[in-house]
């Protein structure tokens, strides 16, 4: 008999450059149970970005009115624009017994903690400082502007780490991955999130 679990929120959470968008589709090719929350955002389409793939790109005025109607699970300004988790792609994905991938910053993180959906953060730490800048230098996606505004806000996002449940480091991109990926499994077989677990176990007491 397979033994359902419920279904959870993991939050990945890490300053600009220490590889989380990588890490995040290697563990969804890895892991088929999980998908991925796709954002709202007001910030402007980079090249090679898709709209309903990457983000849901809004304007400022459509993001607002989307406040306004209560459509957001968490939202937040970061670098300047404002991201946003959509209530209704969450509850798709767990009716479809996924688990869901969150891609965001640590205000988003702690809204999803006040909500009553169970959630488990994991924050990602760059191996050092020196290859940080490094990574965040050689990220072609961002303009100069961009790159200086996050390398200043990177000590501040990393002052968050002690709200999360977990920390891994990311100096090799595979056994980080495949560390993440057994954090999940473990929080799967959690007690509390394992449906009908009374049930089969009584059925060895009778
Ligand atoms: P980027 O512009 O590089 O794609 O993302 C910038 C930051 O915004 C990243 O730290 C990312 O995790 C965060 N972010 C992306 N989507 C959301 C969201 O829906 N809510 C919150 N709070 N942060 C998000």
Known sequence: ???????????????????????????????????????????????????????????DNDFAKAIKANKFLEYAKVFGFKYGTLKKSVNYFF??????????DWQGYQQLKQSNLEVVGIFILPPNKKELIKRLKTRARDTKDEMKKRMSLVQSEISHFPE?????????????????KNIVESERLKRSRLINITNFVNKFMN
Request: with cysteine; glycine share 4%.
């Open 95 to 104: 009716k479809k017994n996924k688990d869901v991938l969150f891609d965001i």
């Open 164 to 180: 999360y449940e977990y920390v891994v480091v990311n100096k090799d991109l595979n056994s980080c991955v495949q560390q993440i």
């Open 1 to 59: 008999m397979a033994i359902k679990s419920n279904n959870f929120c993991i939050v990945l959470s890490s300053p600009s450059g220490a590889g989380k968008t990588t890490i995040s589709k290697m563990l969804l090719k890895k892991d088929k149970k999980i998908s991925l929350s796709i954002s709202c955002t007001t910030r402007p389409m980079r090249k090679g970005e898709k709209n309903n793939k990457d983000y849901i790109f809004l304007s």
